[in-house]
């Protein structure tokens, strides 16, 4: 059964450092968002993708974040420089449909500590 | 703006008692509304949506728009239904397929 891929599952990083991560999404669904989850809450959405373009990026705080998928595919998410704060898990999901009854599904998710 | 709230965070029942998780929403347009679920170890996955209207693992959720909840229910807990239950929410106006979840719920299914 294809699966949402990310990569690492487990990063630590100093504060003030940059730090990546990598979503590979189901092939053949054009809609990919990056969660964030902190510990205690529920996932908050920092960024959806319909093909390469950004849909949605009003949570992100870009300032320090920035996220791409160059060709529509793969997604990178990236964090610089990190801040204590930003420790928590970073979740891809992808959908086939596009629109409000889209049933997303949800990557093992990168566990992000900053120290 | 949205909210969901799960006034539950932790849940325990004895196989086989009913089980309802509670979900209540705010939102001034019609949302549409999901369970999503994960088991221990697993990536979340969702459980069901509003507009299929069914029944997934013997579980069911009304939507109420007078009391704006979608509440969770199953006449007959198993163990295995034991995981971390969110509910969340779309909106038809803004978002394409934008979930706004939950802080979640634990249930545990006591044998």
């Known amino acids: 059964e294809a699966e949402v891929a990310q990569s690492p599952r487990y990063k630590i990083t100093e504060k003030s450092q940059a730090v990546a991560f990598w979503c590979d999404p189901i092939?053949?669904?054009?809609?990919l968002y990056w969660y964030r989850q902190i510990l205690g809450q529920g996932p908050e959405l920092l960024v959806q993708f319909q093909d390469e373009s950004v849909v949605d990026d009003s949570q992100l705080p870009k300032d320090r974040f920035s996220a791409e998928r160059l060709k529509g595919v793969d997604s990178t998410l990236k964090i610089q420089p990190a801040e204590l704060g930003d420790s928590a898990m970073y979740l891809c999901?992808?959908?086939?449909?596009?629109?409000?009854?889209?049933?997303?599904?949800f990557g093992q998710g990168t566990r992000l500590t900053v120290v | 703006a949205q909210r969901v709230t799960q006034p539950e965070k932790l849940l325990s029942v004895f196989k086989g008692a009913p089980v309802e998780l509670k979900c209540n929403y705010s939102?001034?347009?019609?949302?549409?509304l999901f369970w999503y679920v994960q088991y221990s170890r697993q990536r979340l996955q969702l459980l069901l949506r509003h507009i299929s209207r069914e029944s997934i693992k013997g579980f069911t959720a009304d939507l109420n728009k007078g009391e704006t909840s979608f509440h969770l229910k199953k006449p007959f807990a198993q163990e295995e239904d034991s995981a971390m239950y969110y509910c969340a929410l779309s909106d038809r106006g803004t978002s394409y397929g934008k979930l706004t979840f939950g802080q979640g719920t634990i249930l545990t299914v006591h044998p």
């Open positions: 939102y001034s347009g019609s949302p549409e």
């Open positions: 092939s053949g669904h054009a809609t």
């Open positions: 999901a992808s959908s086939l449909e596009f629109g409000v009854n889209a049933e997303a599904f």
